[in-house]
């Protein structure tokens, strides 16, 4: 691999840059999945998401993302992975969970998809 | 005067925090990964650096995006870790050198770096996992160093250019060598190698790029600054840009480094895992 | 593309929150600070300018001493004030410009300013004086731009050099004019002159030095960045560093300015009060 | 006055330079002081310094600043005057009447001096 191939333009696939636009766009979601940090936050969470998603003012297209427990949808509603990965938590999935929910296959098919890249 | 002995990198993923909570260190998924560690002890014991320097990114447990810094250096007597929602246990405190800090803020800030000092950071996985992993037991283990967090943002773009992060670690090697106490330093680059976590490309790893910054962060740090961000998303993975970490780390240690460990295991989570221990030549 | 029309300072004492919410401009005490301002609302109601770059130092509302950013930008839509714990009357929001402040921060960290980003920043005196003084009525004046507030720390040393200050103007310069939107953009630098508030010198006042940086910072910006820091400290008092935010807001108007007006009175609370509009040529 | 006249180097008399150093001294009172943004906290020192100030494990050298409100003390003890501020704020003490009790003169006699700066 030569440092000279590299092409620095052309998007990225698949993938959604964290960028001020998203920051701004997934606010209020961040800050409602930065609050997991603590437990009675995921416990008020769980018992009953609904009014504690209205106390973090969430857009319906959000709240909808949370209900469906979809993470590309909240993705594309300006989560960021790392706070999403809080309310994931909260269901107990973990990064493979996530990573074979956003990439529709099985999560025994994403790990080999894992194990294969050291091939 | 203080002296930096060397660099030590290794990524920082959660579940190997689990691992060592579970001992799981034998396991056949795990023993590929754990393995590259003895030999770094052995150097470390043989050393025993008084502080470690351990350069990580924060994933939101000390900072959220309410006010969200470049370069952030911790600056207390000590750190504490906390709950970070998805169950890896919650550590002891680590010890820090707020004397040592200070100097190396004053240093920076007088070499136009634009510092958040932090007289509170409560350190998430990306720096108490490398503590574990190089300090077995913590305050359990008489080597154990004390430690200053600096955490650089790779949350959110703008992130630091790769160009950025090299010549923070170079004032940071010069700021540590400028301090009259005579204290052994090791400065740890933590995070990476490839990986991402997010979106359809989730699972992404990338074993030729890392094997190429493996080599080229030893040899020509300097030719990876022609990286830019975005490419670095594109080669390494969304939340390969922790990459910068061993930048800043390798910056610190000077010209001249002699490699005397490596490892790179495919994959541990959703991550490709380096290793690296460089030893900092007189 | 954005353009910048010129730059303000003003000195942002609480005193002068407190004057405006007694409505004491006309007392003799008040007078000869208040005459300084019609003249430059004029100037602003003549020009229109769409966003307010507000470059201040915050008293301990926005940050504490626990992460303490050097240089902080905020990125939100709107901007609370809030109590500051002795009695300054509480002021409704401030409208932001977020989208323009992303810009912003992403040229400044591409051109190596490690910025704090916030998208929330409780605004305190230094930002909130300075928008009454220009803009009295606050949202019941039609020409209350959009504000984007910028805070340096002068709370704790080490702050940031003259130079980084100068230098960190002239990025946010280049930051603004590169804003494909039209808008017309003034740069505030709030804060100083001269004062010192503790220890047994405080009540210092230096009217010489005061006078010097006012007509330096017209003709001659770089010839400042050659005071150290002890130096400011020694010359301007240990709150005198206030100053640093004119080198940051001059930084950005660019070589050449034009002052239409000026004003510099002693004392206003404890502190020598300067009032500056320098206009941008073309 | 000409750029090259200044000094560098030397102390400077009646100043303390509020670094690394005193800002690791004072944490505990300043994180206190700053506390003082919120109302209730205002009350709650006044009802009660003493468990106020032990609630933020201030030092008795600390406590003792406070208890004789005297602002030179509490910056010998790493207080910072921003917060030190809002501290003397709940005592309805400006800055004037601050700047009178470090120097010993009365608040006329500082007001003056201030005034006479500007001849
Ligand atoms: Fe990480
Ligand atoms: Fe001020």
């Known amino acids: 691999m030569q440092l000279d191939e590299f092409d620095h333009h052309t998007p990225i696939e698949g993938t959604t840059f964290f960028d001020g636009e998203m920051a701004m766009k997934g606010y209020a979601l961040n800050k409602m999945c930065f609050s997991f940090n603590k437990a009675d936050a995921r416990e008020a969470y769980l018992a009953d998401p609904e009014s504690y998603m209205e106390s973090f003012k969430l857009n319906e297209g959000q709240k909808q993302a949370c209900r469906n427990k979809n993470v590309l949808e909240m993705i594309a509603e300006g989560g960021n992975i790392y706070y999403l990965a809080k309310l994931a938590g909260i269901y107990k999935m973990n990064m493979q969970d996530i990573g074979a929910q956003q990439t529709g296959v099985s999560v025994d098919a994403f790990k080999e998809k894992l194990r294969k890249a050291g091939d | 005067m203080a002296k930096i002995i060397g660099g030590l990198t290794t990524s920082h993923i959660p579940a190997v925090g689990n691992a060592i909570a579970n001992e799981l260190l034998d396991e056949p998924y795990w023993k590929p990964f754990f393995d590259a560690y003895p030999p770094i002890r052995e150097w470390l014991d043989k050393h025993k650096p008084d ?131 005579d204290v052994k330093v090791v400065v740890l680059g933590t995070g990476g190698l490839s990986h991402q976590l997010d979106g359809e490309r989730a699972g992404f790893i990338n074993k030729e790029f890392d094997q190429m910054c493996m080599e080229k962060i030893v040899t020509d740090p300097e030719s990876l600054t022609k990286i830019s961000r975005h490419e670095l998303v594109r080669q390494a993975g969304a939340q390969g840009t922790e990459f910068l970490m061993w930048m800043m780390m390798r910056g610190a240690l000077g010209d001249k480094v002699t490699p005397l460990h490596q490892n790179y295991h495919i994959p541990i989570s959703n991550t490709g895992a380096g290793t690296m221990l460089l030893e900092c030549d007189e």
């Open chain 2, 51 to 181: 502080v470690a320097i351990n350069i990580y990114n924060d994933h939101g447990l000390g900072f959220f995006l309410d006010q969200m810094p470049t370069f952030a250096i911790g600056a207390a007597h000590e750190y504490i870790n906390e709950d970070e929602g998805w169950g890896i246990p919650v550590l002891p405190p680590f010890k820090g050198d707020a004397p040592f800090s200070w100097h190396i803020i004053e240093s920076m800030v007088d070499d136009e770096f634009d510092i958040t000092s932090c007289q509170e950071l409560p350190v998430d996985h990306g720096f108490t996992v490398p503590m574990q992993l190089f300090w077995p037991g913590l305050g359990d283990n008489p080597n154990l160093p004390r430690a200053i967090p600096i955490s650089a943002n790779t949350v959110q773009h703008p992130i630091p250019t790769l160009k950025r992060a090299l010549d923070f670690g170079k004032a940071l090697g010069k700021a540590i060598r400028s301090y009259p106490e």
